[in-house]
Nanobody
Framework: EVQLVESGGDLVQPGGSLRLSCAAS????????MSWVRQAPGKGLEWVSF????????LYSDSVKGRFTVSRDNAKNTLYLQMNSLKPEDTAVYYC?????????????WGQGTQVTVSS
């Protein structure tokens, strides 16, 4: 059974940092590309970042480029999102998502999400 379990969400002040983790199980993690997607209160899903199966290729939305860094440890079956210089508009539930291929394609599994709140 595929499982994606996010953690690391918290309440943080503007300008602060957080590191999100996504623990994967039930599949060969190193085979598949992954993404982070978020949903702000009352809004739709927003793609945040992408990482290829080996971690060589990464992509970011314009809203987080230069502030967020996606990475993965295939030995630990874990995906990470380092978030720096956080802004109130980064407040959202953050989900990790698995693609069906090693490159950007269709997402077939989602985690349950972790809440990030940026507020003073």
């Amino acid at each position: 059974e595929v499982q994606l379990v996010e953690s690391g969400g918290d309440l943080v002040q503007p300008g602060g940092s957080l590191r999100l983790s996504c623990a994967a199980s039930g599949f060969t993690f190193s085979t598949y590309a992954m993404s982070w997607v978020r949903q702000a209160p009352g809004k739709g899903l927003e793609w945040v970042s992408f990482i290829s199966n080996g971690g060589v290729s990464t992509l970011y939305s314009d809203s987080v480029k230069g502030r967020f860094t996606v990475s993965r440890d295939n030995a630990k079956n874990t995906l990470y999102l380092q978030m720096n210089s956080l802004k109130p508009e980064d407040t959202a539930v953050y989900y990790c998502a698995k693609y069906i291929l090693s490159v950007a394609s269709t997402i077939d599994y989602w985690g349950q999400g972790t809440q990030v709140t940026v507020s003073s």
